[in-house]
């Protein structure tokens, strides 16, 4: 499995911006899928948006699209999840996954162990 590093939490306020990064240890075009997810104490680990690798297309779940944005770079084996507007409902865990391949972000890491998965960064909005 890849192995996958996260970065970039924080607290910010409401309003604010943030970006994580997550690093892969080998090409990330060999995992159809990447995404990012979050779980927030208390909750269920839930979707957050989907990069489709080779298509460099997105999708992202609804209570963050306009948003938060997906980005790529293979040379740096790196998915960035770019966060504004921040909300204090965004505060959780958040977690990037790889997964050879998916069909939608309703469906990716469903069961979880199909993907790899980060150890997650915390992001706090107060």
């Known amino acids: 499995h890849v192995q996958l590093v996260e970065s970039g939490g924080g607290s910010v306020q409401a309003g604010g911006s943030l970006r994580l990064s997550c690093v892969a240890s080998?090409?990330?075009?060999?995992?159809?899928?990447m995404g990012w997810f979050r779980q927030a104490p208390g909750l269920e680990r839930e979707e957050v948006g989907l990069?489709?690798?080779?298509?460099?297309?997105?999708d992202y779940r609804a209570s963050v699209k306009g948003r938060f944005t997906i980005l790529q770079d293979n040379t740096k084996k790196t998915i960035w999840l770019h966060m504004s507007d921040l909300k204090p409902e965004d505060t959780a865990m958040y977690y990037c996954?790889?997964?050879?391949?998916?069909?939608?972000?309703?469906?990716?890491?469903?069961?979880?162990?199909?993907?790899?998965w980060g150890q997650g960064t915390q992001v706090t909005v107060s």
């Open positions: 990069l489709f690798t080779g298509l460099r297309s997105t």
């Open positions: 996954a790889a997964q050879p391949w998916c069909l939608n972000l309703a469906t990716m890491c469903k069961p979880a162990q199909g993907c790899s």
């Open positions: 080998e090409d990330i075009t060999n995992y159809s899928c």
